[in-house]
């Protein structure tokens, strides 16, 4: 049974670490939440660490700078763990080919394609027409605001090709403030969908908890077995992958799921049941925001 509870701080002497999503719960893709800053801020000063687990196709560097300019200070965290990350480090293996063809926004998700120095000999990787591809790598749609099924035909012939795609950020949407975006997920899941093979390295997937773990004990803050709690708002990504790790988790309902859970400052009680009953899915806590 989900306790819904009123605090972070109600549960979390309970954890040694954090894994914590970014967008829709520390901060709406525009600016920071106050409160969540605060509550991770709070965490850290009992002795909690804060991992920043986000599906974002950026590297972890890139993702800092870009939520310090959303209000985020680093006090609030301790280390950061992209999907961009996972992702590249399997282009750079030759996942998907040495020619791809590349989906995403320009220039935003070019730091993609920054080197990878931890990798010996990594892949020559160079950016081709489709028609001369052998893989393809997805960051998201050309158009955010455009409906996935226009990438129909390209994904056709691609399918014909054989070709797999990379997918660095398995989200299928995002609220930008108020505004509903498609993100690479949804991409790849059509791609699937017709019958293309789609890889994924950002939650609710294993790769982004490894990487999650390596640099946890990097940090050298923990035990060799720490206490975890994930937090999210995605019920197919962080709860689910949180599920998936034998992780508690604690779901933030009031973010992609407000309507459906009935979120005014906390979720209804029952939609919030009759929700994760449909999905399929089970968390330790809820609570409407971080906080």
């Known amino acids: 049974m989900t306790q819904i509870i009123d605090r972070f701080i109600d549960i979390s002497a309970n954890y040694d670490v954090a894994f914590v999503d970014l967008w829709g719960c520390i901060h709406d893709g525009i600016k920071a939440f106050p409160v969540a800053v605060k509550a991770m801020q709070d965490f850290r000063a009992k002795g909690g660490v804060v991992v920043l687990l986000t599906n974002s196709p950026r590297p972890r560097d890139s993702v800092a700078d870009q939520i310090a300019g959303m209000g985020v200070p680093k006090d609030a965290y301790d ?5 961009g990350d996972s992702a590249r480090s399997a282009m750079y293996q030759g996942a998907v080919g040495e020619k791809i063809w590349f989906m995403g926004e320009s220039p935003r998700d070019d730091d993609f394609f920054k080197p990878l120095k931890i990798l010996d000999n990594p892949v020559d990787i160079k950016k081709v027409p489709l028609k001369d591809a052998e893989g393809i790598i997805c960051c998201g749609p050309f158009d955010p605001m455009a409906d996935p099924e226009v990438n129909r035909p ?14 660095a950020n398995p989200d299928i949407v995002v609220d930008r403030g108020v505004t509903r975006e498609w993100c690479a997920g949804a991409l790849a899941k059509l791609y699937t969908e017709m019958g293309g093979e789609s890889l994924y390295f950002g939650k609710p997937h294993p790769p982004i908890y490894d990487l999650a773990r390596r640099r946890l004990a ?6 060799s077995d720490p206490r975890i709690i994930c937090i999210g708002d ?7 992958g949180a599920q998936q790790e034998d992780l508690d988790s604690l779901y933030i309902t009031g973010g992609l799921a407000a309507i459906e859970t009935k979120t005014k400052r906390d979720p209804d009680p029952e939609a919030l049941s009759a929700y994760l009953e449909k999905e399929m899915i089970s968390t330790t806590y809820a609570i409407g925001m971080l906080r």
């Open 154 to 167: 390209e994904f056709l012939l691609a399918k014909q090709m054989g070709l797999k795609l990379l997918c």
């Open 218 to 223: 990097a940090l050298r803050k923990t035990s």
């Open 79 to 83: 280390t950061i763990a992209t999907s």
């Open 234 to 240: 995605g019920i197919i990504t962080d709860i689910l």
